[in-house]
C-alpha cells in the first residue's frame, strides 16, 4: 500500500518568515494530495490540496508543489503568523473517495 | 461548503460500557465515510470505512466486534465501542466526501474524544 513520508516533525520560524514542510510517497497511481491544519482538540482542516495534473497551486499565503517523477509535494507558507502554529499533515490517495494516507504529521511553531 | 459534525464532542465513561459516536454530513450525502483513530502527537490511524446499506471494512488489526461501525443513511454513520476500557481512550476522527463536485474532496468532522476510566 501507500506510504506517506513527511518531514520534519517540529519546525520552528519567526512570525513574517516562511515554513516549508515536505512530503513524498510511494504510489505511483496517487493522484490526490491535500494538506490540513489540526489545531489541539480539532479535526483537521483542509488548508490546500493538489491533483496530479497540476504541479502548482497557490492560495493566499499558502502554496503547495507536486513533483510526480520524484513523488513528492510540499507545503509553502509565507509570511508565516502566530495564529499559523498548528500540527500539519500530509495525505496520498487514489481518488478524492477512497482511504487517505497521512503523513506523520509536521507541528509548526510561530515565534512572534 | 461542506460541513461533517460528530457527537458528542467528548464523552467520559466507566470501563465495561459501550459508547456511540455519530458522524453526521450536513449539507451532502456521503456513500462512503470514514474512521480514523488519533493518539495524543500522531497521526490518523485508519480504523475503518463505512459504505452505505453495507458492512464495513475494517483495517488490519482492528476489531469488528468491538468497534461497530453501521451507516444507516447517506448521511448518518456510527461507531460504537463496546465493551470500553482504558486503551480505547482516544480522539476518534470521521471524514466524509469525495462524491463529486464541491465536495470532491474529504471533510473531517470535529472529532470525539473519548476517555474510559
Known amino acids: 500500500g501507500e506510504n506517506v513520508e513527511q518531514h520534519p516533525s517540529t519546525l520552528s520560524v519567526q512570525e513574517g518568515d516562511s515554513a516549508v514542510i515536505k512530503c513524498t510517497y510511494s504510489?505511483?497511481?496517487?493522484?490526490?494530495f491535500p494538506w490540513y491544519k489540526q489545531e489541539l482538540g480539532k479535526g483537521p482542516q483542509l488548508i490546500i490540496d493538489i491533483r496530479s495534473n497540476v504541479g502548482e497551486k497557490k492560495d493566499q499565503r499558502i502554496a503547495v508543489t507536486l513533483n510526480k517523477t520524484a513523488k513528492h509535494f510540499s507545503l509553502h507558507i509565507t509570511e508565516t503568523q502566530p495564529e499559523d502554529s498548528a500540527v500539519y499533515f500530509c495525505?496520498?490517495?487514489?481518488?478524492?473517495?477512497?482511504?487517505?494516507?497521512f503523513g506523520t504529521g509536521t507541528s509548526l511553531t510561530v515565534i512572534p | 461548503g461542506a460541513v461533517v459534525s460528530q457527537h458528542p464532542s467528548w464523552v467520559i465513561c466507566k470501563s465495561g460500557t459501550s459508547v456511540k459516536i455519530e458522524c453526521r454530513s450536513l449539507d451532502f450525502q456521503a456513500t462512503t465515510m470514514f474512521w480514523y483513530r488519533q493518539f495524543p502527537k500522531q497521526s490518523l490511524m485508519l480504523m475503518a470505512t463505512s459504505n452505505e446499506g453495507s458492512k464495513a471494512t475494517y483495517e488490519q488489526g482492528v476489531e469488528k466486534d468491538k468497534f461497530l461501525i453501521n451507516h444507516a443513511s447517506l448521511t448518518l454513520s456510527t461507531l460504537t465501542v463496546t465493551s470500553a476500557h482504558p486503551e480505547d481512550s482516544s480522539f476518534y476522527i470521521c471524514?466524509?466526501?469525495?462524491?463529486?463536485?464541491?465536495?470532491?474532496?474529504?471533510?473531517f468532522g470535529p472529532g470525539t474524544r473519548l476517555t474510559v476510566l
Open positions: 471524514s466524509a466526501g469525495g462524491g463529486g463536485g464541491y465536495t470532491d474532496t474529504q471533510y
Open positions: 504510489d505511483s497511481a496517487s493522484n490526490y
Open positions: 495525505a496520498a490517495s487514489i481518488n478524492t473517495g477512497n482511504q487517505f494516507y
